[in-house]
Protein backbone atom coordinates (compact mmCIF):
# COMPACT_ATOMS: atom_id res chain seq x y z
CA UNK A 1 0.00 0.00 0.00
CA UNK A 2 1.01 3.35 -1.19
CA UNK A 3 2.01 5.58 2.36
CA UNK A 4 0.91 9.62 1.31
CA UNK A 5 3.93 11.68 0.06
CA UNK A 6 5.24 14.38 1.88
CA UNK A 7 5.30 17.92 0.54
CA UNK A 8 9.35 18.02 0.63
CA UNK A 9 9.36 14.23 -1.39
CA UNK A 10 6.97 16.31 -3.88
CA UNK A 11 9.07 19.60 -4.54
CA UNK A 12 11.87 16.67 -4.61
CA UNK A 13 10.11 15.30 -7.86
CA UNK A 14 11.17 18.42 -9.62
CA UNK A 15 14.23 18.69 -11.57
CA UNK A 16 15.20 21.72 -13.86
CA UNK A 17 16.20 19.56 -16.37
CA UNK A 18 12.35 19.12 -16.85
CA UNK A 19 10.59 22.49 -16.58
CA UNK A 20 9.08 23.77 -19.52
CA UNK A 21 8.23 27.46 -18.78
CA UNK A 22 6.48 28.10 -21.73
CA UNK A 23 5.05 25.59 -23.98
CA UNK A 24 5.59 25.93 -27.57
CA UNK A 25 2.60 23.24 -28.00
CA UNK A 26 -0.54 24.76 -29.45
CA UNK A 27 -2.98 21.57 -28.78
CA UNK A 28 -3.29 18.10 -26.69
CA UNK A 29 -1.16 16.11 -29.05
CA UNK A 30 1.47 18.86 -29.53
CA UNK A 31 1.87 19.01 -25.79
CA UNK A 32 2.56 15.61 -25.45
CA UNK A 33 4.96 16.08 -28.60
CA UNK A 34 6.80 18.34 -26.46
CA UNK A 35 7.23 16.34 -23.21
CA UNK A 36 8.19 12.95 -24.99
CA UNK A 37 10.88 14.96 -27.10
CA UNK A 38 12.23 16.49 -23.54
CA UNK A 39 12.24 13.32 -22.21
CA UNK A 40 14.10 11.81 -25.25
CA UNK A 41 16.75 15.21 -24.96
CA UNK A 42 17.36 15.06 -21.45
CA UNK A 43 18.31 11.16 -21.24
CA UNK A 44 15.21 9.82 -19.02
CA UNK A 45 13.71 7.45 -22.23
CA UNK A 46 15.35 6.76 -25.29
CA UNK A 47 12.13 5.94 -27.48
CA UNK A 48 10.07 8.75 -28.30
CA UNK A 49 7.31 6.87 -29.95
CA UNK A 50 6.78 4.09 -27.70
CA UNK A 51 6.30 7.25 -24.78
CA UNK A 52 4.55 9.37 -27.00
CA UNK A 53 1.93 6.26 -28.34
CA UNK A 54 1.60 5.48 -24.27
CA UNK A 55 0.41 8.70 -23.65
CA UNK A 56 -1.60 9.16 -26.93
CA UNK A 57 -3.73 5.75 -25.67
CA UNK A 58 -3.76 6.90 -21.77
CA UNK A 59 -5.88 10.35 -23.49
CA UNK A 60 -8.01 8.29 -25.51
CA UNK A 61 -9.45 6.66 -22.64
CA UNK A 62 -9.97 10.35 -21.27
CA UNK A 63 -8.39 13.54 -20.79
CA UNK A 64 -5.92 14.03 -18.12
CA UNK A 65 -7.12 17.29 -17.44
CA UNK A 66 -8.79 17.64 -14.30
CA UNK A 67 -9.87 21.43 -14.39
CA UNK A 68 -9.10 24.43 -12.74
CA UNK A 69 -6.09 24.42 -15.78
CA UNK A 70 -4.52 21.62 -14.85
CA UNK A 71 -3.81 18.06 -16.97
CA UNK A 72 -1.36 15.36 -15.71
CA UNK A 73 -0.80 13.26 -19.02
CA UNK A 74 0.41 10.20 -17.17
CA UNK A 75 1.28 6.30 -17.38
CA UNK A 76 3.46 3.55 -16.75
CA UNK A 77 6.05 2.42 -19.67
CA UNK A 78 9.09 -0.19 -19.62
CA UNK A 79 10.64 2.62 -21.36
CA UNK A 80 10.80 5.02 -17.95
CA UNK A 81 14.05 3.25 -15.38
CA UNK A 82 12.14 5.54 -12.67
CA UNK A 83 9.12 7.76 -11.91
CA UNK A 84 9.79 10.62 -14.14
CA UNK A 85 8.12 13.97 -13.40
CA UNK A 86 7.84 17.37 -15.53
CA UNK A 87 6.11 20.40 -15.69
CA UNK A 88 5.00 22.33 -19.00
CA UNK A 89 3.45 26.20 -18.17
CA UNK A 90 1.56 27.26 -21.01
CA UNK A 91 0.54 30.88 -19.94
CA UNK A 92 -2.54 31.51 -22.46
CA UNK A 93 -3.53 27.80 -21.95
CA UNK A 94 -4.72 25.17 -24.11
CA UNK A 95 -7.74 23.60 -25.07
CA UNK A 96 -7.08 20.26 -23.54
CA UNK A 97 -10.84 18.95 -22.72
CA UNK A 98 -11.37 19.64 -19.47
CA UNK A 99 -14.45 18.60 -17.65
CA UNK A 100 -14.51 22.73 -16.71
CA UNK A 101 -14.39 23.16 -20.04
CA UNK A 102 -11.42 25.95 -19.43
CA UNK A 103 -8.40 26.06 -21.38
CA UNK A 104 -4.93 24.24 -19.13
CA UNK A 105 -2.01 26.49 -18.00
CA UNK A 106 -0.17 24.09 -16.27
CA UNK A 107 0.79 20.64 -17.22
CA UNK A 108 2.50 18.13 -14.81
CA UNK A 109 3.66 14.72 -16.44
CA UNK A 110 4.26 11.31 -14.85
CA UNK A 111 5.96 8.72 -16.54
CA UNK A 112 6.67 5.52 -14.34
CA UNK A 113 8.13 2.24 -14.48
CA UNK A 114 5.70 -0.90 -14.33
CA UNK A 115 7.61 -1.89 -11.29
CA UNK A 116 8.55 0.78 -9.02
CA UNK A 117 10.50 -0.12 -6.06
CA UNK A 118 9.57 3.49 -4.32
CA UNK A 119 5.85 3.29 -5.32
CA UNK A 120 5.57 6.80 -6.11
CA UNK A 121 3.30 6.81 -8.96
CA UNK A 122 -0.36 7.18 -7.58
CA UNK A 123 1.23 9.51 -4.43
CA UNK A 124 2.30 12.11 -6.82
CA UNK A 125 -0.66 12.02 -8.84
CA UNK A 126 -2.70 12.79 -5.98
CA UNK A 127 -0.28 15.18 -4.48
CA UNK A 128 -0.54 17.46 -7.93
CA UNK A 129 -4.21 17.38 -6.68
CA UNK A 130 -4.16 18.02 -3.37
CA UNK A 131 -1.36 21.03 -4.05
CA UNK A 132 -3.05 22.35 -6.59
CA UNK A 133 -6.40 22.77 -4.75
CA UNK A 134 -5.87 26.43 -4.21
CA UNK A 135 -6.40 29.07 -6.79
CA UNK A 136 -3.36 31.57 -5.07
CA UNK A 137 -0.69 28.93 -5.49
CA UNK A 138 -2.06 28.10 -9.06
CA UNK A 139 -1.78 31.48 -9.75
CA UNK A 140 1.46 31.68 -8.24
CA UNK A 141 2.83 28.91 -10.62
CA UNK A 142 1.07 30.55 -13.81
CA UNK A 143 3.63 33.78 -13.09
CA UNK A 144 6.87 31.92 -12.76
CA UNK A 145 9.15 32.16 -15.54
CA UNK A 146 12.12 29.96 -14.06
CA UNK A 147 12.57 27.12 -12.14
CA UNK A 148 13.77 28.92 -8.77
CA UNK A 149 10.55 30.41 -8.81
CA UNK A 150 8.26 27.52 -9.97
CA UNK A 151 10.22 25.54 -6.81
CA UNK A 152 9.70 29.14 -4.53
CA UNK A 153 6.25 28.84 -5.38
CA UNK A 154 5.86 24.91 -4.49
CA UNK A 155 7.43 25.81 -0.97
CA UNK A 156 4.97 29.09 -0.39
CA UNK A 157 2.47 28.20 2.64
CA UNK A 158 -0.07 30.50 1.41
CA UNK A 159 -1.07 29.37 -1.35
CA UNK A 160 -0.37 24.98 -0.89
CA UNK A 161 -3.27 24.56 1.57
Do not use: C
Amino acid sequence: MERPMTDQEFVDLFKEELYISNLNARNKQEVLEEFADLLVHTGKISNRSIVLDMLTRRERLGSTAIGKGLAIPHGRTLMARDLIVAFGRSPDGLDYDAPDDQPVHLFFLIVAPYRERQQRYLPALGKIAEFFQGEKLRDKILQTEHFEEFIDALWSKEGAR
